[in-house]
C-alpha cells in the first residue's frame, strides 16, 4: 500500500504536542518570510535587467555569474549571497541600501495577522531598498 507524503506527515503532526505545534508554526512563519523575500528580490532584478532592455545571458555576462544562477534569483528559488546581490546592483547600476523597517504593534492582532503584515513591509522594505 502506498501512502504520499502529505498523509505520512498528517498521520505524523497527529502525535505532536502543543509545544512542537507551536514550533512548527514559528519555523514556517519565518520560512514564508524569507521565500517572500527571496521572491521580491528577485522581482527587483528582473524588473530593472528588463528596464535597462538585458537579457539574463547578457547579465550574466556582465556579473560573471551563470545565467541559470540569475534566472533562479529572479524566479525566487535562490538565496544569493551578498556578494552575488551586489555583483547584480553593480551590473544594473543601482545601489543596495538598508533602510529601517516601520514598527509593528501587535494590539488586538493575532499573531498570524501581525505576521503577514509584517510580511508585507519587509516586501514593501526590499521592493523600496534603494534600487535606483
Not at 528580490?41 to 528596464?51: C, H, K, N, P, Y
Request: no cysteine.
Amino acid at each position: 500500500m502506498t501512502r504520499s507524503f502529505s498523509e505520512l506527515s498528517a498521520r505524523a503532526r497527529e502525535t505532536w504536542t502543543d509545544e512542537a505545534r507551536q514550533v512548527f508554526a514559528a519555523a514556517s512563519t519565518v520560512f514564508q518570510h524569507e521565500l517572500d523575500d527571496r521572491a521580491a528580490l528577485g522581482m527587483q532584478v528582473r524588473t530593472a535587467r528588463r528596464s535597462l532592455a538585458l537579457t539574463q545571458p547578457a547579465l550574466a555576462e556582465l556579473t560573471g555569474l551563470q545565467q541559470s544562477e540569475i534566472s533562479r534569483i529572479e524566479n525566487g528559488l535562490s538565496n544569493p549571497t551578498l556578494e552575488t546581490v551586489l555583483r547584480l546592483a553593480r551590473a544594473l547600476s543601482m545601489t543596495l541600501t538598508l533602510s529601517p523597517q516601520a514598527p509593528v504593534g501587535v494590539g488586538a492582532e493575532s499573531a498570524r495577522e501581525s505576521a503577514r503584515r509584517t510580511s508585507d513591509l519587509r516586501d514593501v522594505d526590499v521592493m523600496n531598498a534603494a534600487w535606483n
